[in-house]
């Protein structure tokens, strides 16, 4: 087994390990932590498939602007009223089915894919090529990703900037509203 | 293990490379602590601690002794695993960080070329900006595992502080990339090189000696100051350390913690200091060059010295790395320095600091930067 | 990217942290004489007030969630910055330069509407 290959199984397994621990720990502190090591996790495959600015952006968001919020919200209420909560009860029993029948669809069909070998992406289009010259040349694909962001795509660009402030605006305004656990007193 | 090294010999010496520049690391903390505390001493006109050993010297030695004497100690309503597992997650994220930044001319030796850094990531910036930012949760674990108020409180203002001044931080480093047009931190020490040169507006200027050295800080005056200053929120030290301040919350998210567990939290944040003078050297100060000597000039010197390639690389090697040392060096006493000079900030006006002062002065370097560059690529003067 | 290696150093930081901590431990002792007072964790000499129900200002989540979204806009600059020089070299930069400059006009708006709105004021 070559060196790569190793990583990928070993990131693999991080990665579903973790996964598998988010739904699996009863205390939602350890959720979170473990969510925080499957986006290292997921960082690390995207460095091992050459997009290292998309690893990069990976930890950079996710693990230390995201995950950073869930944490720090988790940590701040009594837990214990929460653990009782989502460990018994009819209704938690419906949704722990539920989350297992929509996982065990998704893995069928991931191995459906993956298996059948055949491209989503059409064979001879242009973005095919892209993506081969890019695999062979194995090199940085951040001049690809700025090419495709700021001269092909500019105005889903220049819309996710207004996107972005509708949401900054949004939960200054969320923030104000009286009433609810979260009030500003 | 891509890029580790081809052949075995290599891996394993990249390996124990690695290992090496962490246990330099580790052991660079207590010869800080020790320069940290004559340093006060001789700021505030008195001693500090000069009986055990040559100028005290030993005292470090004495402090390690008593710290691993001390019995462990985990408050009954703590949460054992995160209580434990906080400080040892503290050393990974400065350390792993830190091993992306190089200090010193690659060592060629026979075939085989070792870099003097853990290991060369091509998107050096992002890569360290993403992992030292994983740091928050140490803090996050040790307040919220040692089950106490004050540690609560203290972890909550120190995760608030840290992505606040972030945004700063990686504001200011758009300014570099812009000069620079890498992420890689070796092409930028190369960029560094030679004579301060500038072109652009239709005509190329080339510094008349070669001592006035091409270093990003003429180019990014205001960067390097909007840097330092968030490096010094981000390592949580004073004048912005609100995350211990021990007016209101004894000593912040460890007061808890005492004996080895406390002193690895120490050796995490020395590493993040350690972290903000290797990239000051590194962005600002020409990394390991020395002013008026490229590296090729070095090492032609050192092949005329003693006329075999491999000596010669080793005296490159060390010369450049005793140069970044002298630079790192002074970035981190400048660190200390600032801790004995400046008073706290207040919680409001640290957040006001940060959200109000540095990030627009951050968007304004970047918008000049950016305009500059693209005028002077445009337009032509005279 | 040397993955290998730097998946190496943290297992070797890990297990050299966990080391360090019972070696302290196998030296230093655990706490033997413990009584209730001592156990207790650390309040300043009266009864111990636990983490829990504590209230925390709601500024500490608008902060967490301002910066998640500013640090995306951040983001954003980073591929445009590092292949700026190359865009202008191929003949874009105007076209670039002026694309980038929209988007931190809606960023400075963000932000001039943030401090304005005193979302960011502590004092209270």
């Known amino acids: 087994m070559s060196m790569d290959a190793v990583l990928f199984w070993f990131l693999s397994i991080v990665v579903i390990g973790a996964g598998l621990s988010v739904v699996l720990m009863s205390n939602p502190i350890y959720s979170a932590l473990s969510l925080v090591m499957t986006m290292v996790g997921v960082a690390a495959l995207f460095a091992t498939l050459n997009a290292y600015f998309l690893a990069g952006v990976q930890l950079i968001v996710y693990t230390g602007a995201v995950m950073v919020l869930f944490v720090m919200v988790l940590m701040l209420f009594d837990l214990k009223r929460e653990l009782q909560a989502f460990s ?12 297992v029948g929509v ?14 070998k055949t491209s989503l992406i059409a064979e001879g289009s242009p973005l095919a090529a892209d993506i081969a010259a890019q695999a062979a040349s194995g090199a940085d694909n951040t001049k690809i990703l700025s090419e495709n962001l700021f001269l092909k795509n500019i105005l889903g660009f220049e819309l996710l900037g207004v996107l972005l402030l509708v949401i900054a605006i949004g939960v200054v305004a969320l923030s104000r509203s009286k009433g609810g656990t979260h009030a500003r007193d | 293990m891509s890029s580790m090294g081809t052949t075995t010999f290599e891996i394993v010496i990249n390996l124990v490379k690695t290992v090496l520049i962490f246990l330099m690391m580790v052991q660079a903390v207590p010869i800080l602590v020790w320069l940290e505390r004559r340093g006060s001493g001789f700021i505030q006109n008195r001693f500090g601690p000069n009986r055990v050993g040559p100028l005290g010297l030993v005292q470090l030695l004495a402090d390690a002794v008593k710290f691993l004497n001390k019995e462990d100690f985990v408050p009954d309503k703590g949460n054992r695993f995160l209580f434990y597992a906080a400080p040892v997650f503290a050393l990974i994220p400065a350390a792993v960080a830190f091993m992306a930044i190089p200090m010193s001319t690659p060592l060629t030796v026979g075939d085989s070329t070792f870099l003097i850094q853990g290991y060369e990531v091509n998107i050096g910036i992002v890569f360290i900006l993403g992992i030292s930012a994983m740091a928050v949760y140490t803090m996050l ?7 106490s108020k004050f540690s609560l409180m203290g972890a909550m203002r120190a995760a608030a502080q840290v992505i606040s001044y972030e945004l700063a931080l990686g504001l200011a480093i758009v300014g570099v990339i812009l000069v620079y047009g890498t992420f890689n931190l070796t092409e930028m ?30 180019f990014q005056p205001l960067g390097a100051i909007l840097l330092f200053c968030a490096a010094f929120a981000e390592s949580n030290r004073l004048p912005f350390d609100l995350a211990e301040g021990e007016a209101e919350l004894v000593a912040g998210f460890h007061t808890e913690y005492g004996g080895f567990k406390m002193l ?47 000596a010669a690389s080793v005296f490159n090697t060390a010369i450049h790395f005793l140069s970044f040392n002298i630079k790192f060096a002074i970035f981190l006493w400048i660190f200390i320095h600032v801790r004995w000079t400046l008073p706290r900030f207040r919680y409001d006006q640290l957040m006001d600091i940060g959200w109000k002062t540095m990030l627009p002065w951050a968007l304004f370097n970047t918008i000049l930067t950016a305009t500059v560059i693209f005028l002077a690529s445009q337009y032509i003067i005279g | 990217m040397p993955l290998g290696g730097i998946i190496f150093i943290i297992f070797f930081i890990a297990v050299f942290g ?61 591929p445009w910055a590092v292949n700026f020089r190359e865009f202008i070299s191929a ?18 708006y963000g932000l001039w509407w943030e401090i304005k709105s005193k979302a960011l004021d502590w004092e209270n």
């Open chain 1, 88 to 99: 018994r009860g009819k209704i938690t029993g419906f949704f722990k089915i539920a989350g």
């Open chain 1, 103 to 116: 996982l065990a669809g998704l893995l069928v069909g991931v191995i459906t894919f993956t298996t059948q």
């Open chain 2, 141 to 147: 674990m040790a307040g919220w595992g040692s089950s």
């Open chain 2, 189 to 218: 020490i190369v960029a560094q090189q030679g004579p301060l040169r500038f072109s652009g507006f239709g005509f190329d200027f080339v510094a008349p000696t070669a001592f006035l050295p091409n270093w990003g800080i003429f």
């Open chain 2, 264 to 310: 690895m939290f120490f050796i995490g944040e020395y590493g993040h200091m350690m972290i903000a003078a290797g990239l000051m050297t590194t962005f600002y100060f020409g990394g390991y060059g020395i002013p008026g000597w490229t590296t090729q000039e070095v090492y032609a010197a050192g092949l005329s010295m003693f006329g075999n390639e491999t």
């Open chain 3, 18 to 78: 966990v080391i360090l901590i019972y070696l302290a431990r196998a030296i230093g002792g655990v706490a033997k004489r413990t009584s209730e007072a001592k156990m207790e964790i650390y309040e300043c000499g009266i009864p111990e007030m636990e983490k829990k129900d504590t209230k925390i200002s709601v500024n500490f989540y608008l902060t967490a969630i301002l910066f998640i979204l500013f640090d995306i806009e951040i983001i954003f600059m980073y």
């Open chain 3, 91 to 108: 003949g874009a930069g105007t076209y670039v330069f002026i694309s980038m400059a929209i988007f931190l006009a809606i960023f400075i």
